[in-house]
C-alpha cells in the first residue's frame, strides 16, 4: 500500500477551495517602503554579492562560503572565501587572492585544500598561510581526493579526432576549417574541436602528482558530461580502490539523439571497466555513496531521449545486490539530494506548487518491502530550497532564494520548521531596496484544470491604480517558475520598473505532477498558449490592470510562446519581446544540437507526416499573416541550441510586414548572457524597448 507524507498536499487543497471563491491567493503582506529605500536597478542587481555554500568543517561547527562579486567596470568576477562560525556568527575571510576559490576538501585539523587558477591550496581554517600544492601544466578540473588522500581524481580534455584543420593538415597552421562526419559537430556554444572531456587519476604525494591515468583509456567519450558535468560525475569507492564515473558512451550521430548516459566503475588495480546501470536507458546521473560506504544512490530516469523525465532516486545495497527505486511511487521530480549522518535517510529537493522544497525519503534497512518507503515533505513557505549543504543534530544548512532575495545560506530547524539565515552578505544592499509584494494566483483554465501563476507587484503597488502588465513566459520548456532569483529574468527587477508581472506555471513545469510536467511535449503550441492566455485574460479584470498596456516576455522556448502569442493573442498584447525563441520549427529541427530533445518534444523530424501539427499549427512562422504587434528580438550568435536564424528570420519578417521591430544581437553570448556588461545593455534595451511601447 502506497504511504505518501506530503505536508502540501491538504495546504494545496485548502488553496485551491479558497481560489474557487476568490482568485486571488495572497501569499505575504503588502510591503511598505520608507523614503531611503528605492527600487532595485540593474547595475544594483549584478552588484549583489553571490552566495555559494562550499561546506561545512567535520565537527559541523563552521561553515565554510564563497562570495562572488562583479566588477561592472573591469567586466570580471572575483569569488573569496569565508568562514562563518555557528555558534558565534562570527565572520572571518579566509582567502583574499585574485582569482576565484573554490573549497576541494574540509580535513578533520582545519586544513582546508581549495583550487585557485586551477592549482591546489592548502590553509588551515585557524590562521596561517596559504600553500600552494599543485603547480600543474594546464591546470587541475573537477579534483576529488581518494578516501586515503594518496591519489586524486580530476578532469582534462584530450585531443582525439582531428576536426580542425590545423590539427589533420600540420603544414597549414594558420588555416581554420572544420571537417566532420558526423553529428555532434556543436554544442550549446561551441563548435567540436575534437577533444573530450576525459577522467583522470594519478598518485599524490606532498603536492607531487605521479602518472595520470585516463580511465576511459582515449575513448571519443565525456566524462564530465557535456556541456555542464562536473565533479559531481565522478566519486571514489569508500575503499579507494575504484572509481565512478558518469558517461554516455556513444560517439557522433548515436550521441546526439540518446541521453543514455551510464555509471561505470573502474578498477584501479586492474584497469577493469564496468557499467553499474546497464539497461537503465535515461539519464544516471550524480552517484553517491551513503555515509558508512554500504550503499550506492545515483538519480535516474526511464526515458532514452526525455531530458526532462521524471528523476528518481536509486539505490544499491552491496550486500544484498538488491536495486531499489525509493521515489517511483512519488508523483514529483527530485532535483538534488543527500544522504543524513544516520544512513537512515535521504533529503532532496524538489518542485512543489511553485516553490522547490525539502524532503526526506526513508531508506529502508530491507529491501524486500511490503510497503513502499515513506516521504515527507519537511519545508514548506514562499521560497525556494536551492541546495542542501549538509546536516547538524537539530536541522540542515542549505542555500536558498526568494523571488526578491537572492541566494544566502540558512538554517532549517527540524522542530520549528523555520529557516533562518547564516550568512547576510546582501543586507545591507537590500535595506536601501523597496520589497516587491508577491503573491500567489489561481484561474480556471480552458479545460478545467486550476492553474498557478505568481504575480509580482511594482514597488509602492497601489490598486486605486492602473498598471502595465507583463506575462512572463518560461523556457524549458519543462523548467519550473518558482521563486528563484536570477540575474537577467529577475522578477523584482521587471517589476520595479513599474510593472506588474504574471509568471504562470503552466503546462508542462515540474511541480504540479509527472503528467502535468509532460504533457506539453509534442503539444508546445496547445494548451500551454492557451494556459498563457487564460492567466492574462484572469488578471485582466482586475480593476488595476492597464489593458491597454499589456505585453508578453520569454526567453527559449518562452521567447517561442511569444512568437507564437504574436499570432494568435487576439488584440491582448501591445508589445512582444522574445530572447532567443524558435520562430520557425522546420529550420530549427534541421540546425540545433540536442536532437534527442528535438525528437522527443517536437514528435521528430519535419519529414514525417506524424509530426505534421508541429510543423504547421503548432509553428510560429505559420501564424505570420497574423503579426502586427512591435516586438523587440534578443539572439546571442553563439547559441548553438537554438541558432542566430532563428532570431534573424522573426526580425526579417517583422520589418518585411512594416511591423515596429528592433533586433539586438549579441556576437559573443550563447543561450544566456554572462558577460556583465552585456547584460547591462540587454536591460537597457528590454526596458528602452517597453517604454516605448508601453
Same mark, same amino acid.
Given at each position: 500500500?502506497?504511504?505518501?507524507?506530503?505536508?502540501?498536499?491538504?495546504?494545496?487543497?485548502?488553496?485551491?477551495?479558497?481560489?474557487?471563491?476568490?482568485?486571488?491567493?495572497?501569499?505575504?503582506?503588502?510591503?511598505? &517602503?520608507?523614503?531611503?529605500?528605492?527600487?532595485?536597478?540593474?547595475?544594483?542587481?549584478?552588484?549583489?554579492?553571490?552566495?555559494?555554500?562550499?561546506?561545512?568543517?567535520?565537527?559541523?561547527?563552521?561553515?565554510?562560503?564563497?562570495?562572488?562579486?562583479?566588477?561592472?567596470?573591469?567586466?570580471?568576477?572575483?569569488?573569496?572565501?569565508?568562514?562563518?562560525?555557528?555558534?558565534?556568527?562570527?565572520?572571518?575571510?579566509?582567502?583574499?587572492?585574485?582569482?576565484?576559490? &573554490?573549497?576541494?576538501?574540509?580535513?578533520?585539523?582545519?586544513?582546508?585544500?581549495?583550487?585557485?587558477?586551477?592549482?591546489?591550496?592548502?590553509?588551515?581554517?585557524?590562521?596561517?598561510?596559504?600553500?600552494?600544492?599543485?603547480?600543474?601544466?594546464?591546470?587541475?578540473?573537477?579534483?576529488?581526493?581518494? !578516501?586515503?588522500?594518496?591519489?586524486?581524481?580530476?578532469?582534462?580534455?584530450?585531443?582525439?579526432?582531428?576536426?580542425?584543420?590545423?590539427?589533420?593538415?600540420?603544414?597549414?597552421?594558420?588555416?581554420?576549417?572544420?571537417?566532420?562526419?558526423?553529428?555532434?559537430?556543436?554544442?550549446?556554444?561551441?563548435?567540436?574541436?575534437?577533444?573530450?572531456?576525459? !577522467?583522470?587519476?594519478?598518485?599524490?604525494?606532498?603536492?607531487?602528482?605521479?602518472?595520470?591515468?585516463?580511465?576511459?583509456?582515449?575513448?571519443?567519450?565525456?566524462?564530465?558530461?557535456?556541456?555542464?558535468?562536473?565533479?559531481?560525475?565522478?566519486?571514489?569507492?569508500?575503499?579507494?580502490?575504484?572509481?565512478?564515473?558518469?558517461?554516455?558512451?556513444?560517439?557522433?550521430?548515436?550521441?546526439?539523439?540518446?541521453?543514455?548516459?551510464?555509471?561505470?566503475?573502474?578498477?584501479?588495480?586492474?584497469?577493469?571497466?564496468?557499467?553499474?546501470?546497464?539497461?537503465?536507458?535515461?539519464?544516471?546521473?550524480?552517484?553517491?555513496?551513503?555515509?558508512?560506504?554500504?550503499?550506492?544512490?545515483?538519480?535516474?530516469?526511464?526515458?532514452?531521449?526525455?531530458?526532462?523525465?521524471?528523476?528518481?532516486?536509486?539505490?544499491?545495497?552491496?550486500?544484498?545486490?538488491?536495486?531499489?527505486?525509493?521515489?517511483?511511487?512519488?508523483?514529483?521530480?527530485?532535483?538534488?539530494?543527500?544522504?543524513?549522518?544516520?544512513?537512515?535517510?535521504?533529503?532532496?529537493?524538489?518542485?512543489?506548487?511553485?516553490?522547490?522544497?525539502?524532503?526526506?525519503?526513508?531508506?529502508?534497512?530491507?529491501?524486500?518491502?511490503?510497503?513502499?518507503?515513506?516521504? *515527507?515533505?519537511?519545508?514548506?513557505?514562499?521560497?525556494?530550497?536551492?541546495?542542501?549543504?549538509?546536516?547538524?543534530?537539530?536541522?540542515?544548512?542549505?542555500?536558498?532564494?526568494?523571488?526578491?532575495?537572492?541566494?544566502?545560506?540558512?538554517?532549517?530547524?527540524?522542530?520549528?520548521?523555520?529557516?533562518?539565515?547564516?550568512?547576510?552578505?546582501?543586507?545591507?544592499?537590500?535595506?536601501?531596496?523597496?520589497?516587491?509584494?508577491?503573491?500567489?494566483?489561481?484561474?480556471?483554465?480552458?479545460?478545467?484544470?486550476?492553474?498557478?501563476?505568481?504575480?509580482?507587484?511594482?514597488?509602492?503597488?497601489?490598486?486605486?491604480?492602473?498598471?502595465?502588465?507583463?506575462?512572463?513566459?518560461?523556457?524549458?520548456?519543462?523548467?519550473?517558475?518558482?521563486?528563484?532569483?536570477?540575474?537577467?529574468?529577475?522578477?523584482?527587477?521587471?517589476?520595479?520598473?513599474?510593472?506588474?508581472?504574471?509568471?504562470?506555471?503552466?503546462?508542462?513545469?515540474?511541480?504540479?505532477?509527472?503528467?502535468?510536467?509532460?504533457?506539453?511535449?509534442?503539444?508546445?503550441?496547445?494548451?500551454?498558449?492557451?494556459?498563457?492566455?487564460?492567466?492574462?485574460?484572469?488578471?485582466?479584470?482586475?480593476?488595476?490592470?492597464?489593458?491597454?498596456?499589456?505585453?508578453?516576455?520569454?526567453?527559449?522556448?518562452?521567447?517561442?510562446?511569444?512568437?507564437?502569442?504574436?499570432?494568435?493573442?487576439?488584440?491582448?498584447?501591445?508589445?512582444?519581446?522574445?530572447?532567443?525563441?524558435?520562430?520557425?520549427?522546420?529550420?530549427?529541427?534541421?540546425?540545433?544540437?540536442?536532437?534527442?530533445?528535438?525528437?522527443?518534444?517536437?514528435?521528430?523530424?519535419?519529414?514525417?507526416?506524424?509530426?505534421?501539427?508541429?510543423?504547421?499549427?503548432?509553428?510560429?512562422?505559420?501564424?505570420?499573416?497574423?503579426?502586427?504587434?512591435?516586438?523587440?528580438?534578443?539572439?546571442?550568435?553563439?547559441?548553438?541550441?537554438?541558432?542566430?536564424?532563428?532570431?534573424? *528570420?522573426?526580425?526579417?519578417?517583422?520589418?518585411?510586414?512594416?511591423?515596429?521591430?528592433?533586433?539586438?544581437?549579441?556576437?559573443?553570448?550563447?543561450?544566456?548572457?554572462?558577460?556583465?556588461?552585456?547584460?547591462?545593455?540587454?536591460?537597457?534595451?528590454?526596458?528602452?524597448?517597453?517604454?516605448?511601447?508601453?
Amino acid at each position: 500500500m502506497k504511504r505518501i507524507t506530503l505536508v502540501s498536499v491538504a495546504i494545496l487543497s485548502s488553496m485551491i477551495s479558497h481560489a474557487q471563491q476568490n482568485p486571488v491567493m495572497k501569499t505575504n503582506k503588502s510591503v511598505e &517602503s520608507s523614503d531611503s529605500q528605492r527600487p532595485l536597478s540593474p547595475q544594483q542587481l549584478w552588484e549583489l554579492g553571490r552566495v555559494s555554500a562550499e561546506g561545512l568543517s567535520a565537527d559541523g561547527k563552521t561553515l565554510i562560503y564563497g562570495v562572488s562579486n562583479f566588477n561592472l567596470d573591469e567586466n570580471k568576477s572575483e569569488k573569496n572565501l569565508f568562514l562563518l562560525s555557528l555558534s558565534d556568527k562570527k565572520v572571518t575571510q579566509f582567502t583574499q587572492d585574485a582569482g576565484s576559490e &573554490s573549497v576541494i576538501r574540509i580535513d578533520a585539523n582545519g586544513d582546508i585544500i581549495y583550487t585557485l587558477k586551477g592549482q591546489l591550496y592548502v590553509k588551515n581554517a585557524n590562521g596561517g598561510e596559504a600553500k600552494q600544492l599543485t603547480n600543474v601544466e594546464g591546470g587541475l578540473e573537477n579534483v576529488k581526493f581518494s !578516501p586515503d588522500g594518496k591519489h586524486i581524481l580530476f578532469s582534462k580534455a584530450v585531443l582525439l579526432k582531428k576536426y580542425h584543420s590545423v590539427d589533420k593538415y600540420a603544414d597549414l597552421p594558420k588555416s581554420n576549417v572544420f571537417v566532420y562526419d558526423n553529428l555532434d559537430y556543436r554544442h550549446w556554444d561551441s563548435f567540436n574541436h575534437g577533444k573530450f572531456n576525459h !577522467p583522470f587519476i594519478a598518485s599524490y604525494t606532498e603536492g607531487q602528482l605521479g602518472e595520470a591515468i585516463d580511465l576511459l583509456k582515449d575513448e571519443p567519450f565525456y566524462s564530465p558530461q557535456a556541456p555542464f558535468g562536473g565533479a559531481e560525475d565522478f566519486t571514489w569507492t569508500p575503499d579507494g580502490k575504484a572509481v565512478l564515473y558518469v558517461s554516455k558512451k556513444k560517439f557522433g550521430n548515436e550521441y546526439a539523439v540518446s541521453t543514455n548516459t551510464d555509471i561505470y566503475r573502474y578498477e584501479i588495480a586492474t584497469g577493469k571497466t564496468t557499467n553499474l546501470t546497464e539497461g537503465m536507458l535515461g539519464y544516471d546521473t550524480n552517484p553517491t555513496y551513503s555515509p558508512d560506504g554500504n550503499r550506492l544512490s545515483w538519480l535516474s530516469m526511464k526515458t532514452d531521449g526525455f531530458e526532462a523525465d521524471k528523476n528518481d532516486i536509486i539505490v544499491f545495497d552491496k550486500s544484498s545486490t538488491q536495486r531499489l527505486n525509493l521515489t517511483s511511487h512519488w508523483d514529483g521530480t527530485v532535483g538534488s539530494f543527500k544522504w543524513s549522518k544516520d544512513n537512515r535517510k535521504i533529503y532532496f529537493t524538489a518542485a512543489v506548487k511553485g516553490t522547490v522544497q525539502l524532503f526526506a525519503v526513508a531508506v529502508p534497512s530491507n529491501f524486500n518491502l511490503k510497503s513502499l518507503p515513506i516521504i *515527507e515533505q519537511i519545508s514548506e513557505g514562499q521560497f525556494d530550497i536551492t541546495g542542501i549543504v549538509g546536516e547538524t543534530k537539530d536541522g540542515l544548512v542549505v542555500t536558498s532564494t526568494s523571488m526578491t532575495r537572492a541566494t544566502e545560506v540558512y538554517f532549517y530547524d527540524f522542530k520549528s520548521k523555520n529557516r533562518s539565515p547564516l550568512t547576510t552578505v546582501n543586507d545591507k544592499a537590500y535595506a536601501g531596496i523597496i520589497e516587491n509584494k508577491v503573491e500567489g494566483r489561481f484561474t480556471k483554465a480552458t479545460d478545467g484544470q486550476d492553474l498557478f501563476s505568481w504575480i509580482i507587484y511594482p514597488p509602492n503597488f497601489d490598486p486605486t491604480k492602473k498598471y502595465p502588465t507583463l506575462l512572463y513566459c518560461q523556457g524549458g520548456p519543462q523548467s519550473a517558475v518558482t521563486q528563484t532569483y536570477s540575474l537577467r529574468w529577475n522578477m523584482q527587477l521587471i517589476a520595479s520598473q513599474g510593472y506588474i508581472v504574471v509568471a504562470v506555471n503552466r503546462r508542462g513545469m515540474p511541480g504540479w505532477g509527472v503528467k502535468w510536467n509532460a504533457d506539453i511535449s509534442k503539444d508546445w503550441g496547445g494548451q500551454a498558449i492557451q494556459d498563457y492566455l487564460s492567466a492574462i485574460d484572469d488578471i485582466s479584470k482586475e480593476s488595476y490592470v492597464d489593458k491597454d498596456r499589456r505585453g508578453a516576455v520569454g526567453a527559449s522556448y518562452g521567447g517561442y510562446s511569444v512568437f507564437m502569442l504574436a499570432g494568435v493573442h487576439e488584440g491582448r498584447f501591445k508589445s512582444f519581446i522574445s530572447h532567443c525563441g524558435l520562430f520557425d520549427m522546420t529550420s530549427w529541427y534541421g540546425t540545433t544540437e540536442e536532437l534527442f530533445f528535438a525528437n522527443h518534444d517536437l514528435g521528430g523530424a519535419y519529414w514525417d507526416s506524424a509530426n505534421k501539427k508541429t510543423y504547421t499549427d503548432f509553428n510560429p512562422i505559420t501564424h505570420i499573416d497574423k503579426w502586427n504587434t512591435p516586438i523587440l528580438i534578443f539572439q546571442g550568435g553563439k547559441d548553438y541550441r537554438v541558432p542566430i536564424e532563428q532570431g534573424l *528570420e522573426a526580425f526579417q519578417a517583422a520589418q518585411l510586414k512594416g511591423i515596429k521591430s528592433r533586433l539586438v544581437y549579441l556576437p559573443d553570448e550563447n543561450h544566456h548572457v554572462l558577460s556583465g556588461q552585456n547584460a547591462q545593455v540587454w536591460q537597457r534595451e528590454f526596458f528602452t524597448w517597453l517604454s516605448e511601447t508601453l
